[in-house]
């Protein structure tokens, strides 16, 4: 189906499930333990062995020699694989993904610190562990390059949609932005930083792979099962068709499970060398370098306006690093539509490291330049002398900025600011710093703009309909804790009209139909599409088989009716099942209108006054996000989006050894993430909207909509509650001082 008009009336708009809360229908099987994770597959995999990666221990340089002798004489050792075995064992054409970086199994050369060098394959975990110790490796180390700040005197431009024939490749510019910003009244030119961000995700990258003969099965944790697929067959230089990649349950991705990762690469290799089975976690303390990560930072804003606070001229540049032929995180993008403004500048400069890989993390891009683009809105406001939501509202703007011919959908930032404000209690905030006190409490409030896009995807779905009446929807969606599995049951029981219980989901597995996959919260909306698309065919076989005319049917409570004729769905199976696949597929709808999501962050804080430690008080988002599919789902979205908000305000931070180039708090005793202790009372609230420009679900995606603008809000809060204005994240009490 392809989608390139506008949704008309459809089946959804019935919102019989749609649009109601509904508990996970996978609910019941993770908290009885019954839903098997990547690393839980006894019953298909029986007799696996373990597998323990060794990981690198030098940044940057070469693998002088190593000694495998006494790894491979320890108790249980089956096999021990290197870059060295790859030939004999029949993957000479190893090399790397698309979707990689760099190679998920280094040497000779190394490319970043715990890059894996080997595989240590035993007959209990414990045993590999041990065995893992003792391979002995020698290193001539080289030179590399960690210090961002030092990367980006040199670092060139990228990206940009001006690159070509520009006089700034790089460099996007709306009107003459410096004589702009010269001739401003009001002006603000700051700089912000934010770290390097661990996805720190609940379930540790896990694999387990089993072959039979030259075909290989795959249980894994993965966000994008077609990339993943692809990437595993690409990496190991073997045809699609003989590997079977599965990731029906997934404990959390954040964009760390978007991407193939070692422990899937590493299983495949060690299961080969021993002739069975073999199970891979990464341990803990691999995670952080041996697996991507959010790029650190460094963000420069300027904004000029005149003195009624309308924005003349905003420029947002940002730099961060990766490996050689990384990509640069995309800070600069919300800037370029969240606000109006005649003269415009965003760019973005590249520098290369030697850290580990950097990749998406949960709303790349928008998520690090809202904490630094609402921030500094925060300080024009007051430099104007304006309440911040009424200087937000002021610089609304329905057209994008950088093309006015172009529209958004739908776009309802200043009745989230607005209706947020209200509901939060705004006009109590007294706007002078520093000035509320509760006890030892410095309280402050603070507010942020949330925005991201919309992106659209396509996804595919086959949907079964048995004798019995159960509908059946098998597509390689994901369900990462996002709740994929109900959603996607309450738009085929929409569609069939039947009660959810009556709808089998099947995900996660390369053998179903490829769907958008979970990222860029772009999965709800499409994959729920593509199995409206699927469900439209199904509709017409069923009005088919009863020889209804499929122009005027309507499936509801069980039932086709179509005239005064009305049968029981199953009927329409009675004489065989039914299948129907499709997938929904996008026009160019989004060249004339642009696809985003709008919130409004409110938070109140207190810092305490002797230590500087800060602590939430209350959190309020104000969400529009299109059709809210299921409220519960979506609402648990947020809140945990927010909760990741407040870490990146004052906790997350992976900290580099500028010397010895990695990640030094390789765990989640340091790597610091809030608990519940740290998280009070969070309001959740969902505009009523339909986007008919987004697909036929009218839905949008929400789950990083959450994240976006949470920081600074934070950020914004404290400086309320002292008058302490930090611009370097994350906020801790030591830079109170
Ligand atoms: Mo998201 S960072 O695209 O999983």
């Known amino acids: 189906m392809k989608f ?20 996970r229908i996978d609910g019941p099987l993770k908290t009885t333990g019954r839903a098997p994770y990547a690393y839980e597959h006894h019953r298909e995999a029986p007799n696996a062995a373990y597998g323990q990666v060794v990981g690198a221990a030098v940044a940057k340089g070469m693998v002088r020699s190593m000694d495998l002798d006494a790894a491979r004489a320890a108790p249980g050792v089956l096999a021990i694989v290197t870059a060295a075995d790859l030939g004999k064992l029949g993957f000479g054409q190893f090399g790397k993904g698309k979707f990689n970086t760099v190679k998920l199994l280094g040497g000779p050369a190394v490319d970043h610190y715990h890059q894996a060098l080997a595989i240590v394959v035993a007959e209990t975990f414990e045993q590999a562990r041990a065995a ?71 379930e540790p990258f896990a694999s387990i792979a089993s072959w039979t003969g030259d075909a290989l099965t795959l249980w894994t944790s993965n966000q994008m099962i077609a990339w993943g697929h692809g990437d595993l067959a690409k990496t190991l230089g073997m045809p699609k068709d003989k590997i079977s990649f599965q990731s029906a349950y997934v404990g959390g991705g954040f964009g760390g ?104 993390m949960r709303a ?54 607005t209706e947020g404000a209200d509901r939060f209690g705004w006009t109590r905030r007294n706007p002078k710093p520093a000035a509320v006190r509760d006890g030892r409490w410095l309280v402050g409030m603070g507010v942020a703009s949330a925005f991201r896009n919309h992106i659209n995807m396509a996804s595919g779905a086959r949907v079964r309909l048995d004798g019995r009446g159960v509908v059946t929807v098998e597509t390689d969606m994901t369900d990462i804790g996002t709740g994929s599995y109900t959603i996607i049951a309450q738009t085929a029981a929409e569609m069939m009209g039947v009660p959810v219980d009556a709808v089998v989901v099947r995900l996660g597995n390369s053998a179903y139909p490829v769907s958008a996959g979970s990222g860029g919260q772009f999965g709800a909306a499409n994959a729920t599409a593509g199995v409206y698309a699927a469900c439209v065919k199904l509709r017409d076989q069923v009005a088919q088989r009863l020889g209804y005319n499929s122009a005027d049917v309507a499936f509801a ?25 499709d997938k929904i597929e996008f026009g160019d709808l989004e060249k004339q209108w642009q696809l985003s999501t709008f919130g409004a962050h409110f938070v109140e804080v207190g810092v305490d006054a002797y230590t500087g430690a800060t602590r ?11 059709r809210i599919i299921n409220p519960k789902s979506a609402r648990s979205q947020v809140i945990g989006a927010m909760t990741m908000g407040v870490g990146s305000a004052l906790m997350e931070e ?84």
Do not use: W
Request: proline share 6%.
């Open 654 to 737: 992976l900290a580099v050894d500028p010397r010895f180039g990695l990640f030094v708090n390789h765990d989640l005793a340091t790597y610091e993430v809030p608990v519940h202790a740290d998280i009070p009372h969070q309001d959740v609230v969902f505009l009523d909207e339909a986007d008919d420009k987004a697909n036929p679900m009218k839905a949008k995606g929400v789950g990083e909509l959450g994240l976006c603008g949470v920081g600074a809000a934070v950020a914004n809060a404290i400086y309320n509650a002292t008058g302490v204005r930090i611009r370097d994240y994350p906020i801790t009490l030591d830079k109170h001082l």
């Open 364 to 417: 790349p891009g928008e998520a690090p330049g809202m904490m630094a683009l609402e921030v500094a809105m925060d300080e024009m406001a007051e430099k104007l002398g304006m309440d911040p939501v009424a200087f937000r509202v002021k610089n609304d703007t329905q057209v994008d900025p950088e093309k006015p011919t172009r529209r958004f959908s739908q776009r309802q930032l200043v009745r989230c600011l």
């Open 557 to 581: 409570g069980g039932k086709v009716t179509s005239g005064n004729r009305s049968a029981d769905l199953a009927q329409a199976a009675a004489a065989g099942e039914l299948v129907a696949q």
């Open 132 to 202: 893992a110790n003792l391979v002995r490796i020698d290193y001539t180390r080289s030179q590399g390059r960690f210090d961002l700040d030092e990367a980006l005197k040199t670092a060139p431009l990228t990206g940009g949609s001006s690159d070509e024939g520009s006089a700034a490749p790089g460099m996007d510019r709306v009107g003459d932005f410096e004589a702009a910003f010269a001739a401003a009244p009001v002006t603000l030119d700051a700089r912000y930083t934010t770290p390097d961000h661990s996805h720190a995700m609940m």
């Open 257 to 360: 499970k978007l991407f193939l990762r070692t422990d899937a690469v590493m299983a495949a290799l060690g299961a080969k060398a021993a002739g069975r089975p073999v199970k891979v976690a990464l341990p803990r303390p691999l995670i952080a370098n041996n697996t991507t990560h959010r790029p650190a930072t460094r963000q420069r804003i300027r904004i000029g306006a005149t003195k009624d606070g309308t924005i003349t001229a905003i420029a947002h540049e940002s730099g961060s690093g990766d490996q050689p032929n990384g990509s640069p995180e995309t800070a600069v993008n919300q800037t370029k539509l969240l606000y109006a403004g005649a003269n415009r500048l965003t760019a973005m400069r590249l520098a290369v490291l030697d850290l580990p890989e950097g990749n998406a």
């Open 4 to 23: 390139d008009t506008p949704a008309g009336a459809n089946p959804i708009d019935r919102m019989a499930v749609v649009g109601r809360a509904h508990d």
């Open 616 to 626: 939430l008080r209350r959190m309020l988002a104000v969400c529009a996000a299109g």
